[in-house]
């Protein structure tokens, strides 16, 4: 027998963590975070930075840092500062994360600690249920133990468990684990919507009275009931990610004006697609999304995740009595673009957006009759108002050819307030009309600023992707058509290559076979494609193909882990495109960046967050959008997009950083930052 002497403070935690924690299923002391093994490596973001683990139960400073709750309040018990920048704090001013911060925490994927029973993934708010109720390794474990508490009956009936038995006894690994349960992950993370029973924390009191200008970042679940007439017409919107991106989730990158979902008005760009007709889409690949979302039918239900801006605790009260508010769709049809609505739009002094505050007499809106003062509008033409301003609104509808869709919220009985004035006359910026002309402020002038990307912020392809590139040359009949139709172009809005839409049965090109729908032209003859528009592409491919000779360069993009989804939509002159993730293979030195330049006060935030950059087991991704959050700076300039890439941050080019390094470049910027991004049309559903 071997002799060991005790160490009392050894055999007190072997006390308290002798069992496997019945939530995660590893050894560890009870007031001690869950351990988890998580299937990939977890973004900084997510990461608390006293423990260095993925959160749990996450909390809040007021300065912006996150941490876990147990993790804060250990280390506020003694100090009164952030252990990030140090500024003073105190526990009660804390609050805990957004929804969509504890969903991502939830969402993420963790290996079943019993590996040898049991190999299942699962998200980690499912791990719980799963060894409850699911899980072999659990139930064995709970057997053994069963009859470790009860020797006299069970003892003798299973003499093989002999040596599990005494693994569980052996005092010298207090934290460690059996034979049957897997190491212990160095990550621990759990995110609760309540504090653990027995905890008492007021930051996580919905009721919670105290500092009532307190902000947080709000967001909701919401299931949306589409219907169409024609089952098989488009919904109307571009989307961006999908698990073989950075960006993981599904996002709506834009929703095209006189669409199904414009018309619909309650998805905006930003949204999170969770659920399409029942089927969770929240870890499916681009492609798999695409084919859901394309599906054709009468009714289409979506569960979206959308943000609603940072809200003060006493408008998340005042939201309390939104159960009395009514939302309105309402239509109206101009007979040309510079018809008048007659309607006057301005901006309150005491809540966000923007509101109607008078209908003219014999205007188009009043003789509809649907639309009253004091409506708060929601959108128009899919295009989210929420934190918008009434010269926004006055654009949409000026530059909109007939339908115009209106979203409002209604409040019966609640009477305007003043207007901001902005020390200047009812007819500035704070109140526009819509009475055929511009605001009567200067419109802001388009940003021209694309240019070629410099070498220097050049990249290698990611992973997964080849571009070949191929010189055709055919022989033909001078009178003979090339039988491509193309798309793209440098004056594009997001300034694209050319590229073939469509390969006819008829014509040269689809007798050689070589040429691809998809394929990008770099030149025909000689003469370089790729920097002109659409047009000078047209002219050059039509003055070329009258020769008895024609050699075109070209371009094919190829995905080693996707293929485009068989079901297309129905093709109607050039509205074949490319997916969005097609578009990320493209070489380097055929991007257009764009600059982009952001100010705001200095106790605001930016307002978006990024994924992507180095990580060991993938090496280089490039940096996305992943959520722009209403009512802040990047909301507000209306340039920056779900799914864009950045390229640099004030000129210093972001290709081979980490997260890690990038998010505090980004966080020191005070008042301003300049950046260069490129920007790729989400895929069409």
Same mark, same amino acid.
């Given at each position: 027998?071997?002799?060991?002497?005790?160490?009392?403070?050894?055999?007190?935690?072997?006390?308290?963590?002798?069992?496997?924690?019945?939530?995660?299923?590893?050894?560890?002391?009870?007031?001690?975070?869950?351990?988890?093994?998580?299937?990939?490596?977890?973004?900084?973001?997510?990461?608390?930075?006293?423990?260095?683990?993925?959160?749990?139960?996450?909390?809040?400073?007021?300065?912006?840092?996150?941490?876990?709750?147990?993790?804060?309040?250990?280390?506020?018990?003694?100090?009164?500062?952030?252990?990030?920048?140090?500024?003073?704090?105190?526990?009660?001013?804390?609050?805990?994360?957004?929804?969509?911060?504890?969903?991502?925490?939830?969402?993420?994927?963790?290996?079943?600690?019993?590996?040898?029973?049991?190999?299942?993934?699962?998200?980690?708010?499912?791990?719980?249920?799963?060894?409850?109720?699911?899980?072999?390794?659990?139930?064995?474990?709970?057997?053994?133990?069963?009859?470790?508490?009860?020797?006299?009956?069970?003892?003798?009936?299973?003499?093989?468990?002999?040596?599990?038995?005494?693994?569980?006894?052996?005092?010298?690994?207090?934290?460690?684990?059996?034979?049957?349960?897997?190491?212990?992950?160095?990550?621990?993370?759990?995110?609760?919507?309540?504090?653990?029973?027995?905890?008492?924390?007021?930051?996580?009191?919905?009721?919670?009275?105290?500092?009532?200008?307190?902000?947080?970042?709000?967001?909701?679940?919401?299931?949306?009931?589409?219907?169409?007439?024609?089952?098989?017409?488009?919904?109307?919107?571009?989307?961006?990610?999908?698990?073989?991106?950075?960006?993981?989730?599904?996002?709506?990158?834009?929703?095209?004006?006189?669409?199904?979902?414009?018309?619909?008005?309650?998805?905006?760009?930003?949204?999170?697609?969770?659920?399409?007709?029942?089927?969770?889409?929240?870890?499916?690949?681009?492609?798999?999304?695409?084919?859901?979302?394309?599906?054709? %039918?009468?009714?289409?239900?979506?569960?979206?995740?959308?943000?609603?801006?940072?809200?003060?605790?006493?408008?998340?009260?005042?939201?309390?009595?939104?159960?009395?508010?009514?939302?309105?769709?309402?239509?109206?049809?101009?007979?040309?673009?510079?018809?008048?609505?007659?309607?006057?739009?301005?901006?309150?002094?005491?809540?966000?957006?923007?509101?109607?505050?008078?209908?003219?007499?014999?205007?188009?809106?009043?003789?509809?009759?649907?639309?009253?003062?004091?409506?708060?509008?929601?959108?128009?033409? %899919?295009?989210?108002?929420?934190?918008?301003?009434?010269?926004?609104?006055?654009?949409?509808?000026?530059?909109?050819?007939?339908?115009?869709?209106?979203?409002?919220?209604?409040?019966?009985?609640?009477?305007?307030?003043?207007?901001?004035?902005?020390?200047?006359?009812?007819?500035?910026?704070?109140?526009?009309?819509?009475?055929?002309?511009?605001?009567?402020?200067?419109?802001?002038?388009?940003?021209?600023?694309?240019?070629?990307?410099?070498?220097?912020?050049?990249?290698?392809?990611?992973?997964?992707?080849?571009?070949?590139?191929?010189?055709?040359?055919?022989?033909?009949?001078?009178?003979?058509?090339?039988?491509?139709?193309?798309?793209?172009?440098?004056?594009?809005?997001?300034?694209?290559?050319?590229?073939?839409?469509?390969?006819?049965?008829?014509?040269?090109?689809?007798?050689?076979?070589?040429?691809?729908?998809?394929?990008?032209?770099?030149?025909?003859?000689?003469?370089?494609?790729?920097?002109l528009n659409y047009y000078e592409a047209v002219s050059a491919l039509k003055s070329n193909a009258a020769s008895h000779s024609v050699i075109l360069k070209a371009l094919e993009i190829l995905s080693l882990n996707s293929t485009e989804p068989s079901l297309d939509i129905k093709e109607q002159g050039f509205s074949w495109s490319p997916l969005w993730i097609t578009w990320l293979g493209l070489p380097s030195y055929l991007h257009c960046c764009q600059d982009i330049v952001l100010s705001k006060g200095n106790l605001e935030s930016w307002g978006f967050s990024i994924v992507g950059g180095f990580e060991e087991s993938k090496g280089n991704q490039p940096f996305f959008i992943k959520t722009i959050v209403p009512g802040t700076p990047a909301f507000r300039d209306r340039k920056l997009k779900c799914?864009?890439?950045?390229?640099?941050?004030?000129?210093?080019?972001?290709?081979?950083?980490?997260?890690?390094?990038?998010?505090?470049?980004?966080?020191?910027?005070?008042?301003?930052?300049?950046?260069?991004?490129?920007?790729?049309?989400?895929?069409?559903?």
């Amino acid at each position: 027998m071997l002799a060991i002497m005790a160490d009392p403070v050894a055999e007190e935690h072997v006390s308290q963590a002798s069992e496997l924690c019945c939530e995660c299923g590893q050894f560890h002391l009870l007031l001690d975070n869950h351990l988890y093994n998580f299937q990939d490596e977890v973004d900084d973001e997510l990461i608390c930075h006293i423990c260095l683990q993925p959160l749990l139960q996450p909390m809040d400073t007021p300065c912006g840092h996150t941490y876990c709750f147990k993790c804060l309040e250990n280390f506020m018990q003694e100090y009164n500062f952030c252990p990030m920048d140090r500024k003073k704090l105190s526990f009660q001013q804390c609050h805990k994360s957004s929804l969509l911060v504890r969903n991502l925490l939830d969402k993420l994927i963790v290996f079943c600690p019993f590996k040898a029973e049991c190999q299942q993934t699962m998200q980690r708010c499912e791990l719980e249920a799963h060894l409850q109720n699911r899980c072999p390794g659990f139930k064995k474990y709970r057997s053994e133990l069963q009859r470790k508490k009860n020797p006299i009956s069970k003892g003798k009936e299973d003499p093989p468990t002999k040596v599990e038995t005494n693994t569980l006894k052996d005092p010298e690994v207090p934290s460690g684990g059996s034979s049957l349960v897997a190491e212990s992950s160095a990550a621990a993370v759990v995110s609760l919507g309540t504090a653990e029973p027995g905890l008492v924390n007021p930051a996580f009191e919905e009721t919670e009275e105290d500092l009532p200008q307190r902000t947080s970042l709000v967001a909701e679940t919401t299931t949306i009931e589409i219907h169409r007439e024609d089952p098989e017409e488009e919904l109307g919107m571009r989307i961006v990610g999908g698990k073989d991106t950075p960006l993981g989730n599904i996002v709506v990158q834009e929703v095209l004006r006189d669409s199904v979902i414009a018309a619909d008005g309650r998805i905006a760009p930003g949204d999170h697609i969770l659920e399409v007709n029942g089927v969770n889409i929240s870890s499916v690949t681009h492609c798999q999304a695409v084919s859901f979302l394309r599906h054709p %039918g009468p009714v289409l239900h979506l569960m979206v995740l959308q943000e609603k801006g940072f809200s003060s605790k006493t408008a998340q009260q005042d939201s309390t009595s939104a159960t009395n508010r009514e939302v309105i769709h309402v239509t109206l049809i101009k007979r040309d673009r510079s018809e008048p609505l007659g309607i006057k739009l301005i901006r309150k002094t005491d809540e966000a957006g923007i509101f109607i505050l008078d209908l003219l007499e014999g205007g188009l809106a009043a003789k509809n009759g649907k639309l009253s003062r004091n409506d708060r509008v929601l959108s128009i033409n %899919g295009q989210d108002l929420r934190q918008g301003t009434p010269e926004a609104a006055a654009q949409i509808i000026q530059t909109t050819e007939s339908r115009v869709n209106f979203v409002v919220l209604r409040q019966p009985g609640v009477q305007l307030s003043d207007p901001v004035e902005d020390g200047s006359t009812s007819n500035n910026s704070s109140s526009s009309s819509s009475n055929g002309g511009s605001p009567v402020h200067h419109r802001r002038r388009l940003d021209q600023n694309h240019y070629r990307r410099k070498s220097n912020y050049q990249k290698d392809l990611p992973q997964g992707y080849i571009s070949h590139e191929k010189t055709v040359a055919i022989k033909k009949e001078p009178k003979e058509s090339l039988g491509i139709t193309i798309g793209g172009g440098r004056d594009n809005k997001n300034k694209l290559p050319i590229y073939v839409t469509s390969v006819q049965p008829i014509g040269c090109l689809f007798r050689d076979g070589r040429i691809k729908r998809g394929d990008v032209l770099l030149s025909i003859n000689g003469i370089d494609l790729t920097h002109l528009n659409y047009y000078e592409a047209v002219s050059a491919l039509k003055s070329n193909a009258a020769s008895h000779s024609v050699i075109l360069k070209a371009l094919e993009i190829l995905s080693l882990n996707s293929t485009e989804p068989s079901l297309d939509i129905k093709e109607q002159g050039f509205s074949w495109s490319p997916l969005w993730i097609t578009w990320l293979g493209l070489p380097s030195y055929l991007h257009c960046c764009q600059d982009i330049v952001l100010s705001k006060g200095n106790l605001e935030s930016w307002g978006f967050s990024i994924v992507g950059g180095f990580e060991e087991s993938k090496g280089n991704q490039p940096f996305f959008i992943k959520t722009i959050v209403p009512g802040t700076p990047a909301f507000r300039d209306r340039k920056l997009k779900c799914g864009d890439e950045i390229v640099a941050v004030n000129g210093v080019p972001a290709i081979g950083m980490s997260n890690s390094e990038l998010i505090p470049m980004l966080k020191e910027q005070r008042n301003k930052v300049t950046l260069t991004v490129v920007s790729w049309p989400g895929s069409l559903v």
